[in-house]
Every structure is written in structure tokens, then in C-alpha cells.
């Protein structure tokens, strides 16, 4: 059978419809910021930046953005209503100290046990991490947002990360352009496949054991 | 909608078990959160243990918890006062347990559990009977001992103003513990004198984020104005 | 020769005479707490309760007391112009991270190397510490200001306190109804003794050994 | 009668010295105290070890700082962007040291040296290259890496307005590092667009009250303001 991947797009819509009413969300800087377009109008959700912001809004107006008001990729956004600054290290006790509900994070790896491997591809590259590894260790849950595969056709979830290390045992589900993946202490379990996908397929690509979800008929 | 609003006291700590860790703000008179710890009281929770600065006056708050026989320790740093009578017959019966922790190293072990800090090295204390036992390290040649976090299950804080979605302005003093332990309890529930609509608290003058804000619920100021105009006179 | 004592107002004027302008002090519960009676007109000098303010001011006329503002020691006092609030952490944080420049506190001993006993006399009584730690190891300067003999008459300048520790080799002065003691690495000298006292006198009511200040003259 | 108001940038950094260790405000383009980095640079202090959270953009700021040839050591949390050209250059020849730390452990140390904690055990990191050659401790059950204070010997902080006594209330995003800096540093200079009179800060608002404040000085808005124009445009 054939299947067609997910736009990140729709990767970006299945994520945010799945953040219930009320959360406390991160999303971190790359394809996360995506999420934030498509949160569903009719629920609050409250989205943390890590330099001192809760309840961030979208993007302003053209001619209206406040370089005073940025986000964490540097990038004006808003401030909804019900919103509040504070300082950085009162931000990071937030995220430290697991009041996010959520962080939406971008990975290079994941492995099967959930370490994330998401801030340095090793090498010759000058490193640069950030906030990743406070996220990472923080919020109550981690998601990470990728495509299954890299450009060249290898599989992201891996046994063990080659890529250096943001944070061990910290994700718990894995949202990629071909299906939805949960870190379980039982291992990987993929549900939400694209229509015309198998599973054993799925497997084959990530060449990881991952089981069908008991609930995939669901969903 | 996000609807932190809880209609009552009484509704606002239903759910309080048995042999929770509360914290409770306050400062002598300031920042005490007295219709929530009348309603705790009534609530009827057993076993608990109590995180106040001091370990009550008189015969009302936490006083009044205490001569109730809810509390099983309490973690204070100054429980001697001029009339702390209650505790003290109950501290010399045996019949409480107390946990004198100083002032600053209280509120940092409150802030270390809302900050996610695993541990932290203080010179507070040092080389003193508060110190004894703890584990110790010479830092750039000052004594220092280990200190670990103080977690809430419950928080009960006063606050003057507060929003749905659980923000919070305190008012002058009655600040103190507040934004800490909001910080520092799995749920914290806030009593204030006024709730507002949402985008009424200016986002500069937030001092606690709803983040840390499980329930807010308001208490009436006339009573309370009587009882500062009683408790002044 | 017969001299006299100083009263409490005396001793409580000659330390705030000592306070610098722009000094951050914070003045102990207890006796420590008439210093700011003495603050002369003309300095400003910026008062740090425990409980979250800066620039404390004077108690309010009667009537006007608010039971939302009070100091340390739980009575009603005021803010000056210029003055802040803050939570308690981020007041023991200015307290314990030396940002004070001068913390006044009552002591029931003090020794020659500038431990200091205030919190707890030991035995029966229910212990009680406030904030008196975070001050004895956070202010830049500990002076203390106390009688220098118990009613008893003993000293309360000791070789080695025998009451519970608050800090060890903390204090850097110590203002008592006869005298002005430094804690020098040299042990301790004595100056501004009061008139008809000599040092030797002192020394002997005291039990440890004092050497007068060179500058004691011009005192 | 105190007054902080330093009468220019260039007073107000006059006893910079060589060797010293500089806290500098800011995230992306907000709340960067560019005209005192300005002065810094025009001031001539060498050997330099600048905190900040990253590590310059274009030839402006930092990065002019650090193409002076006056920075020796650059403390962060994030050095590669787009246009950090003249850092990448540095250090790949090998001319500049740089110290990777985790965004919020580098706001957590500024925070222990300002609040006189001695050091802190954290979860982020552990386990990582970033962790490396720390102490860990495991804390129920989780890795911890135990991590030291980050004194500055001079904070540049940009605020929006400031008053003699010191201090300080900050704008929007731009808050971000700057209360935390001024708390940790011997020597904190803050810029701002306002000096006001005193009692003109509303004593519930101030973000950094005057006791972290060792200077304050006033900087045009206008000039700030064309570059924000003609950086949005």
C-alpha cells in the first residue's frame, strides 16, 4: 500500500489538538513554533516563552512589533489577555520545576528509552544550547516533533543516540510525519498512522521494535 | 475556558487528604490566610503537616488547627511568641513535633521546590545546633551546609487580587511567603479580597503567574477589615 | 573613678551616629530595633525589614497603622518615599548574598573571635531562630549592641560562648552601655569608653583580654 | 542624599578594570544595554569575561566588544546565530574561550551568587557533555549536577526607568536576565530612558529594588527608537 507523509503542518494540527484546555505549553524554537498556529480557537492554552513570558500570543500585525516583546527564537509574538512577564531565572524555575504542562521540542534523535538528542550534531559545529536541556528535564511532558526519517533515509528513533545527549528518559511521545509514537516502559508504541501505513512498515523505517497501539483503531 | 474561580472556601479544599504537608503564608498579621484555615479546620484533615513561619497565636488560624489536634509537625522558624500558648503545651506534652528551620532557609527550601533545585549549600546555619547532622561543605573557604526542598501538597496563601486564570497581586507585607509557596505546593489555592477580570492585573505587576494558582477564591474584606480594626485596637 | 553607664537611647544614638549615608541596615527585633529612633535627619539611610521591604520608615501615627505593613518584629511601621516591597525569598536572598551593608542585632554572648550567641538560650525554653542566621552570616558588617554584663554580671563578651551558636566569628563590632569593642584579627579593642572608665577596668569586668584603640583619643 | 544618577555612560563605567568579569543583560534585541556596551568598548577595559546569554550579532554590541580583541572568555547559553560571525571566527582560531551553560542553570548561578547560596544541584545537564566532569548526585532517584555560583564584578543591565535610590522597572520580554544580573554583580550599572523622581515607582512594581543598583544612567530614547525602526524594517 501506499502512504503519504504528513505536512509539518498537519504534524503541527494533530499536536495542538491533542494539548488539552488549561495546559501550560513550551514550544520550542524550529518546527514547535508551528504548533502555535493551529491551537484550537474555542480552548485557552497557555503558552510559556523562557524569557519571561506567559500567556504569548501570535505574531502582531505587520508595523506593530515591539522589539521589547519577543520570543524565544527571537521573533516578535503578542500577549494575550490574562498574560505576565517575569525575570529569566523565575521563568526557568517554571520550567525546572515541572510546572510546564507540556514542551513541544525538536529532536535529531530519540531513542527508545526517550533520551533526546535535540541541541548539538557533534563534530566541527560551534555548540549551542540554550534552554533545551531545562525543558527537557522539566515540563511534566516532553513531545518531540520530527519527521520519522532523516533526508538521507535513516531512521531519527534509534536505539541509542550517536548525537550528543539534551536529556535522558525525558520524552514521552514522539509526533512525526508518518505516525504517533509513545515512549512506554513496555517500549515504543506507534498509533495514528498515515492511512495505508502498517505498522510492521513503520518498523522497518525505524528499525526500532514498536507495537500497534491497542487503542489505534480508535484513533 | 480556564476557570480557576472556586465558589467556596469549602469547595476550594474538598479534596485536602489526611496527612498532607500544607504550607501557610503569612507573617504575624500580614498575608495570613484565616478564612482558609478556618475552612481547613472544618474540612476535618488529620495528620498534617504544617510549614508557617511561626506555630500560631491565640486561639484562632493555626492556633486553632493545632488545639484541634490536626497537626502532627510543624516546620517553622520562630514558633515562640507572646502567646503561642497552644503550641507550646502541645511541644511539651510531646504531642507535636518540631522542625525549626531559619527563616531564610525556609523560604529558599520552599523556592528550591518550586524551582525544581535538587539540594542547595547555605551558609545559614553553619556550624550551629541547626546545622548539626547535615552534610557540609567548605565553599571558597566559608562552612556551608546542605539543605533539601520543603514540597507542599497544599498551599494556602492570602493574596489581594486575583484573575481566572490564577494571577495574583499581594498588598505591601502581606506579600512575605506568598509567591513562594504558591510556587512550592502540588495545589495552591489563593484567597483574595477582590477577583477581576481577566487583563485587569497589568502583566508588569503580576507578582505570581497563574502557573503556580490552582483555585482562587474570594473571602469578603468587611470581615477582615473588622478584624484589623479589633485586632488594632 | 565612678563612671555611668550608658542607657539603651544612648547606646541606640551612638550606633546610628556610626551608619553612613546610604547605608542598607537592617536593625535586629529587640533593642536593636531603637537605632531607628536615632537616625540622624540629615543622612539617608535605608532601612531592610526581613519580611520584604526597603526603606522602612517610622511607626504611624496612631490610627493610621495598617495591619498589611510591619516590620520584623511584627508592629506597625511605614514606608519611605523610594521605598519597595518584595517576597521573602527575595528578601533573604539581599540578606544571605552580603547586599546589607550593616545588620544591628541583640546578643546574649559574644565572642573574642566574633561568634555570636542570640537565638536560643539553651535548656527548657522552646527555641525560636527567625531570621537571625541569615543575618549573622549575610550582612557585611554584624555589629551588635547589647549590655556589656548580664544582670547577673557576668560578661557577655566571652572566650567561647556556652550559649547556642548563631554564627561563627560573624561579628565585627560590638556596642555596649560601657564601650565600642572591635573584633580584630588581633582580638579585641576597645574604644569610646565611656567617661571615668579605664581599659583596664573594662578588661577585668569583661574576662578577656581588650587593647585600647590607637585612635581612642580622638573618640 | 543619595543619588545613583551617574551623569554619562562614560562615568558611570569609568573604573571598569582589565581582567574583570561582566554581567550583560539581554535576550535577542531586547533589553541589551547597547549605549553601555558602547561605552565599554570606547573605555578600553582587556581580558574580559563576558556573560551573556549569547555571544553577538553582526558588529554591533557584544560581538564589536569581542572584535576589539577585549574579551578573553565568553560565558553562554547560545553563541551560534545567524549573523555571529565575528564570534565563530574567534573561536575557531582558537582566540576566544567559551563556557556553554545551560540558559537556565546560567540564570540559576547568577541567582545563587546574588541570593549567597554556594552552590546548587540542578537536574539539567546531568548526563550530558554539558554535565561533564561535574559532581552529580542522584535525589530521589533523578541525576543532579552540582553547579556554582556566576559572580560579576560589573552588571550591564538595561532598564526602562530608574530613580536615585536605584531602582528599577524593566519593559515587556526585555526584564529578562536584567534582575538577576543586577543582583549578582559588585558593580551594577543600569541604563534606562527614564530617571524619575523618588516615589515616582510604585513601591508594589519595582522589579530591582536600589539595593542592587550601584549606578544609574539616563540614555536617549529617540536614538533607541530609530534603531527600532530601522531594525524592524
Known sequence: MSYVKLTRDQIAARIARDIPEGAYVNLGIGMPTLVGNHLPKDREIILHSENGILGMGPAPAPGLEDLDLINAGKEPVTLLTGGAYFHHTDSFAMMRGGHLDIAVLGAFQVS?????????????????????????????????????????????IVERCTYPLTGIAVV????????????????????????????????????????PSAARAAA | MIDKIAPSVEAALADVSDGSTILVGGFGGAGVPEELI?????????????????????????????????????????????DSYVFDALYRAGKIELDLVPQGTLSERMRAAGAGIGA?????GYGTDLGKGKETRMIDGKGHVLEYPIRGDVALVKAERGDRWGNLVYR???????????????????????????????????????????????????????????QAA
Open chain 2, 120 to 124: 542547595f549549600y547555605t551558609p545559614t
Open chain 2, 38 to 82: 478556618d475552612a481547613l479546620i472544618a474540612q476535618g484533615a488529620r495528620d498534617l503537616t504544617i510549614v508557617n513561619n511561626n506555630a500560631g497565636n491565640g486561639e484562632v488560624g493555626v492556633a486553632a488547627l493545632l488545639k484541634a489536634g490536626r497537626v502532627r509537625k510543624i516546620v517553622c522558624s520562630y514558633p515562640r511568641t507572646a
Open chain 1, 112 to 156: 527508545v528509552s526517550g533520551d533526546l538528542a535535540n541541541w548539538h550534531t557533534g563534530g566541527d559545529a560551534i555548540p549551542a544550547v540554550g534552554g533545551a536541556m531545562d525543558l527537557a528535564v522539566g515540563a511534566k511532558s516532553v513531545w518531540v516533533m520530527m519527521e520519522q526519517l532523516t533526508k538521507g533515509g535513516e531512521s531519527k
Open chain 2, 172 to 230: 505591601k507585607s502581606a506579600r512575605n511567603f506568598g509567591p513562594t509557596m504558591a510556587s512550592a505546593a502540588k495545589c495552591t489555592i489563593a484567597q483574595v479580597y477582590e477577583t477581576v477580570e481577566l487583563g485587569a492585573l497589568d502583566p508588569e505587576h503580576v507578582v505570581t503567574p497563574g502557573i503556580f494558582v490552582t483555585r482562587v477564591v474570594k473571602v469578603p474584606r468587611k470581615k477582615q477589615a473588622a478584624q484589623v480594626r479589633e
Open chain 1, 172 to 211: 514521552k511521545r514522539i509526533y512525526t510525519d508518518l505516525a504517533v509514537i509513545d515512549v512506554t516502559p513496555g517500549g515504543l508504541v506507534a498509533s495514528r498512522l498515515v492511512p495505508g501505513l502498517a505498522c510492521e512498515e513503520l518498523q522497518r523505517l525505524s528499525g526500532v521494535p514498536l507495537s
